[in-house]
């Protein structure tokens, strides 16, 4: 089995690059799942009902999210029909969606992708190690066995480093998402889980985490002003990493940054 995990979609440019690099990273490297963090993808703010529909027609499987996802109003109604988008565990109870989703393969395995929200420098949220914690319990009396990918969304390393090795050993892979730069550390845990604390964006790099860069130095000079961020509008970089998995381990990586301003190959 083979899956790719791209981090977080910003704006135009973000989509325009799963546009372009999707469809033939797909063929070309015989994926079969593929999960991407679209909190951003409206205009650098939430997601939409027609974005989430032209990500699955791309190839999308699974959107995770984060803080960002109820920037945009409709998704408070929407996230309740669509499955596949889904919403941090951690959010109080009574939170429309789900926090997390399950998809069963064509071989008949299962795959289990969980969300999840970090507390350091971010806004409120349930304990994410008991949320999700509680969650494995629910998933297990659920289902026999199953790929388990957690998209950890969060700002600081420490946090989703802990929580990494907190679930060590008892999900397949753990990833994050939220600070829109790629990090070098693709690894296995102690016990075999699958480690990165950030897979970068999908989003134009001449920016600042996406963002105009000329509206965010504006916006850390003159703070008072409170300048309204707007997402930069160059040619996006895909950030991803593409996990080959066998009985529910992962066996091997790779880290995937196409076009842009991080074009590597
Ligand atoms: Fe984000
Ligand atoms: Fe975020």
Redesign the pocket.
């Known amino acids: 089995m083979r899956v790719l995990i791209c981090g977080?979609i910003v704006g135009k440019s973000g989509r325009n690059a799963i546009r372009r690099e999707l469809p033939n990273l797909k063929q070309l490297k015989q994926i079969d799942f593929v999960l991407a963090n679209g909190?951003?993808a409206a205009n650098g703010f939430g997601i939409t009902k027609k974005i989430c529909e032209e990500f699955y027609s791309l190839g999308v499987d699974v959107i995770t999210s984060?803080?960002?996802i109820w920037d945009q109003k409709e998704i408070v109604e929407y996230i309740k029909l669509d499955k596949r988008l889904v919403r941090p565990c951690n959010f109080s109870e009574g939170t429309p969606g789900n926090g997390y989703a399950i998809f069963e393969m064509k071989n008949g395995e299962n795959i289990v992708v969980i969300n999840v929200m970090c507390r350091l420098f971010m806004e409120s949220v349930d304990d994410p190690f008991k949320s999700i914690a509680n969650l494995l319990e629910l998933i297990n009396s659920k289902i026999d066995s199953a790929i388990i990918l957690v998209d950890v969304?969060g700002e600081s390393t420490s946090e989703k480093m802990a929580i990494a090795h907190f679930l060590d050993g008892k999900v397949t892979g753990v990833f994050g998402?939220?600070t829109h730069i790629p990090t070098s550390d693709l690894h296995f845990l102690e016990k075999g889980t699958f480690y990165q604390t950030d897979l970068g964006m999908c989003g134009d790099y001449n920016s600042v985490i996406g963002m105009k860069k000329e509206l965010s130095i504006k916006r850390f000079t003159q703070k008072h002003l409170k300048t309204r961020l707007e997402p930069a509008d160059g040619e996006g970089t895909l950030c991803g990493t593409i996990l080959d998995i066998e009985s529910k381990s992962v066996k091997a990586f790779e880290q995937i940054i196409l076009g842009g301003k991080l074009q590597k190959d």
């Open positions: 977080d909190e951003n984060g803080n960002h969304h998402t939220h």
